[in-house]
T-cell receptor, first 112, second 109 residues
Framework: SAVISQKPSRDICQRGTSLTIQCQVDSQVTMMFWYRQQPGQSLTLIATANQGSEATYESGFVIDKFPISRPNLTFSTLTVSNMSPEDSSIYLC?????????FGQGTRLTVV | GEDVEQSLFLSVREGDSSVINCTYT??????LYWYKQEPGAGLQLLTYIFSNMDMKQDQRLTVLLNKKDKHLSLRIADTQTGDSAIYFCADYGNNRLAFGKGNQVVVIP
């Protein structure tokens, strides 16, 4: 298994600012993913964080808005840039070990 | 993982069995997962099945996979009040992990 630490757990941010969310895994993992979950909704995949190369973004998500870093096999960051109230959501990091996929507790973001 | 479809709501009496269904479209899926999410909590991995299997049993949980029809189900035996939650299926394929819409299970004591 893998234990994922995600921080911050929550934040309230002013519109127009940026927030960087960190995701630390306690072991090396093959893949890391970033998701967004609106209240009462399912998880929407934002991007796959690739180690040593640019992230692979899903349709509707772009690097300028959600820059992602993955400097090594245990750590990744997601930045939500130039935030607006529509970005208010829970952001989740996931790590795939090659068979199982585990999740952090999420970051609850409120943009005011 | 591509599109994953789930039904939305299931009510079940404590002690009965629950069955949650899911369909997916990605024929290249290698692993399929079931997650549980309780209110205000993160996602808990319940079980998973490799795509070349058709059944997996893990204590009260039974996963059935019909790869031909791209249909996945989760059976919870002897459902308990602690099983009340939202259940998500997910499939991994093409370096993506995609989720279904989720199925809320309410257990009636």
């Amino acid at each position: 298994s893998a234990v994922i630490s995600q921080k911050p757990s929550r934040d309230i941010c002013q519109r127009g600012t940026s927030l960087t969310i960190q995701c630390q895994v306690d072991s090396q993992v093959t893949m890391m993913f970033w998701y967004r979950q609106q209240p009462g909704q399912s998880l929407t995949l934002i991007a796959t964080a690739n180690q040593g190369s640019e992230a692979t973004y899903e349709s509707g998500f772009v690097i300028d808005k959600f820059p992602i870093s993955r400097p090594n096999l245990t750590f990744s960051t997601l930045t939500v840039s130039n935030m607006s109230p529509e970005d208010s959501s829970i952001y989740l990091c996931s790590a795939w070990t090659g068979t199982e996929a585990f999740f952090g507790q999420g970051t609850r973001l409120t943009v005011v | 993982g591509e599109d994953v479809e789930q039904s939305l709501f299931l009510s079940v009496r404590e002690g009965d069995s629950s069955v949650i269904n899911c369909t997916y479209t990605d024929s290249s899926s290698t692993y399929l997962y079931w997650y549980k999410q309780e209110p205000g909590a993160g996602l808990q991995l319940l079980t998973y099945i490799f795509s070349n299997m058709d059944m997996k049993q893990d204590q009260r949980l039974t996963v059935l996979l019909n790869k031909k029809d791209k249909h996945l189900s989760l059976r919870i035996a002897d459902t308990q009040t602690g099983d009340s939650a939202i259940y998500f299926c997910a499939d991994y394929g093409n370096n993506r992990l995609a989720f279904g819409k989720g199925n809320q299970v309410v257990v009636i004591p």
